[in-house]
């Protein structure tokens, strides 16, 4: 019964890890696409929010459920795509830190074009530059891994 409790948990934060991200990703894009500041101002402050509220409490339950899951279960660390898994996830976790700054940053720069009433800076479309490529590398990075989860192949 533990397992299935562990399991249920692991799945509703990974649709929550994997949703966040990808509903945030979408929202920022778009404002980005509009060069529209205010809305800019307002998907930045919100995408920020929600990886607070959502993304970064998932991002704990995941490997902790995982690995008392794989012990349950009895699967072995050294499990090919156990392995894959963890080697994935950390991949979109050290693309992920550094997302999580530059959307600070960003939220930043847009709220002061708002309120100066201007455009936004040459900064603010480095940062944007930079946050785009690296949710290109963790995407698949995480799409694997849910693959993972569910086949368990290699």
């Avoid at 533990?2 to 990808?22: A, E, M, P, R």
């Avoid at 929202?27 to 980005?32: E, L, S």
């Avoid at 050290?94 to 997302?99: F, S, T």
């Avoid at 201007?118 to 290109?136: D, I, M, P, Q, T």
Wanted: charged share 15%; hydrophobic share 55%; net charge positive.
């Amino acid at each position: 019964m533990d397992y299935l409790w562990l399991k249920f948990i692991h799945i509703l934060s990974s649709t929550f890890l994997f949703g966040t991200g990808v509903g945030s990703a979408f929202y920022m894009f778009r404002a980005n696409l509009s060069k529209d500041v205010p809305s800019i101002a307002f998907a930045a402050k919100n995408v920020v929010l929600a990886d607070w509220f959502f993304t970064t409490p998932t991002v704990i339950i995941q490997p902790l459920t995982g690995i008392m899951m794989m012990y349950i279960g009895g699967y072995n660390i050294y499990d090919p795509w156990i392995m894959a898994s963890f080697a994935l996830y950390g991949l979109a976790g050290i693309c992920w830190l550094p997302v999580v700054w530059l959307q600070m940053k960003m939220r930043e720069l847009a709220e002061d074009a708002l309120h100066k009433g201007g455009e936004l800076s040459a900064k603010y479309w480095k940062y944007e530059r930079w946050w785009f490529w690296l949710g290109v590398v963790a995407f698949p990075a995480m799409v694997i891994v849910f693959h993972c989860m569910v086949f368990k192949p290699l």
